[in-house]
């Protein structure tokens, strides 16, 4: 079974973006998630042009069908 691991990021007034993470056969770990979350916020810190400390991550989210939002960006390793 596939694991999508969602999250948003945003930054002040900026457009909030939903990230979405692929995972196969398992559940993803911790070390998973907050490598998930920091590639996440990396990414938004450089497409917006804003210091990484700036960047507000959202709760992560466990989906096993990903729902893809219009501002979504799927992050693959």
Do not use: W
């Not at 079974?1 to 909030?16: A, D, H, I, N, W």
């Not at 979405?20 to 398992?26: P, V």
């Not at 911790?30 to 990396?42: K, S, V, Y």
Request: hydrophobic fraction near 40%.
């Amino acid at each position: 079974m596939s694991f999508y691991m969602v999250q948003t990021m945003s930054c002040g007034p900026l457009t909030e973006v939903q990230y979405i993470g692929h995972n196969d056969g398992k559940q993803p770990s911790e070390q998973d998630l907050r490598r998930f979350t920091e590639r996440a916020r990396r990414n938004y810190a450089a497409s917006r042009n804003v210091p990484l400390a700036h960047v507000v991550p959202g709760k992560i989210a466990l989906r096993h069908r990903a729902v893809i939002a219009i501002n979504a960006i799927e992050l693959v390793d």
